[in-house]
Each structure stands twice: as C-alpha cells, then as structure tokens.
C-alpha cells in the first residue's frame, strides 16, 4: 500500500481563489509528522507547512493551511487567495515516528499534484 | 536566511565514471540527507547521515554510493560507477536535532543537481 496517496496529478485555479490539495496517508505509527513541499519549475522543493499527529489544531502559515482530519487519515492543504507564483507541483510528504533527538527519520514522498494558477 | 547549497547544478558524465554531488548543509544542522527524483516522478529518499554516521538508507543506497562529510561544512554524495539509470535530480537536505522528545525537525531542500548518465 502506498504510504502517501495524492489522486490529483492536476489542478486548476482561478487567481485569487481558494483550492484544496488532498494528501492522504496510511502508518500504524502513532507519532509521525506530515509536510507540504512545493516545487516550482526551477526545481528546488520549498517547505511550506507541518503537522504532527498530536497536535490539537491545524497549521497554518500565511495563505497555507492544513485541514488535517486524523482518524481519515487525510493532510489537505488549502492555499487561499491563489497568486500566479502558486503555480507548481505540490507534494504531500510524511515522517514515521521519530527519535528522542527529534531527528532522523526519512521522508516519504507522495506523487504530487501540479497546480495551476490562472488569471 | 540560511539554506542549503548544492552544486553543481547540472552534471554530465558518461556511464561508468564516479560522481560526486556536493552539498554544503545549514550551518547548526546535525542531519543529513540525500533524495533523488527522477524525471516526472516523486521523490525518493537514499541516506541520511547523523554523528559522522549513515542512520538510515534505502535499498536504493547500494553499494555503488556513499556519503561523506570531509570537514565541518560539506557533505557529499559519491556514485562510483554511473548507470544511466542514475540519471535524476539529487536533493541534499539537512534539518536541526532537537532535544525535545517531539520535534518538527524540517528538512530543508537544497536547490538539487541535475545528474544525466550519457
């Protein structure tokens, strides 16, 4: 079974709407940790967001979001008011459990979603 | 802000010959990583390295690589004998260790080198 699922391999937006990137994913592991990476055309991957799995609220950081429902096992990112800069693939990613250091522990990538901004 | 560097960007090399991609890591991070993305698909992790050590590393990490950190600033990833197989974008990413028993510990992505096996 996959680890990370992203079943949009596209997406289109309007400039200045809202849009929602599912990201689900399948451990047994009670402590593990989910991020969000974008990767414009240039290629590097930019960090955007993190969640743990105890945590009680959702993230956010400016426009970004995460709608993270536990027991459906899902990490959604909602990016608000879409900029043409938005426009990248996204990738949904997930870290099992993690050492008393904090560190250590491999990232697993989902497929990513490409998005795109439109005016 | 602090980020971590890769170079070179893009690196052409002919089947059989030895690479070695560098990496210059955030400056106060202790871990180490390197991914690598082929064209199209998503991103696969190879090795991390902590305390001068491989902590972790893939079936993809066989024995044709190895990761090295020379001195206090570089980390490098070394692919003896290329394939053309090889052929992807290589990532190093680095993050903090914390002391804390539950810790974000965000890797941070280098700007990745473009490797092509002709």
């Known amino acids: 079974a996959q680890k990370i699922t992203q079943t949009q391999p596209g997406m289109f ?16 592991d009670p402590s593990y940790g989910l991020f969000w990476y ?24 400016g426009r970004y979001s995460l709608n993270f429902q ?17 426009s990248a693939m996204y990738f949904c990613a997930m870290r099992e459990g ?9 990232l697993t990538f989902g497929t990513g979603t490409q998005l795109k901004v439109e005016l | 802000e602090p980020e971590v560097t890769q170079t070179p960007s893009h690196q052409v090399t002919q089947m059989g010959q030895e690479v070695i991609l560098r990496c210059v890591p955030i400056s106060n991070h ?16 190879l090795v991390s390295f902590y305390n001068n050590e491989i902590s972790e590393k893939s079936e993809i990490f066989d024995d044709q690589f190895s ?3 020379p001195d206090g600033s570089n980390f490098t990833l070394k692919i003896r ?22 810790a974000k510990n965000i890797q941070y992505f280098g700007a990745g080198t473009r490797l092509s096996v002709l």
């Open chain 1, 13 to 28: 937006v309007q400039e200045k709407e809202a849009v929602t990137l599912d990201c689900t994913y399948d451990t047994s």
């Open chain 1, 38 to 61: 974008k990767q414009p055309s240039s290629g590097e991957m930019i960090f955007l967001i993190y969640q743990g799995s105890y945590d009680q609220q959702n993230a956010t950081e």
């Open chain 1, 70 to 86: 536990k027991a459906r096992k899902s990490a959604n990112l909602v990016i608000s008011a879409s900029q043409l800069g938005d």
């Open chain 1, 98 to 106: 993690w050492e008393l250091t904090g560190g250590g522990n491999k």
């Open chain 2, 30 to 45: 202790l871990y180490f990583y390197w991914y690598r993305q082929i064209l199209g698909q998503k991103v696969e992790f």
């Open chain 2, 67 to 69: 990761v090295e950190r």
């Open chain 2, 81 to 102: 004998s290329t394939k053309l197989e090889d052929s992807a974008m290589y990532f190093c990413a680095s993050s903090e260790s914390k002391t804390l028993a539950v």
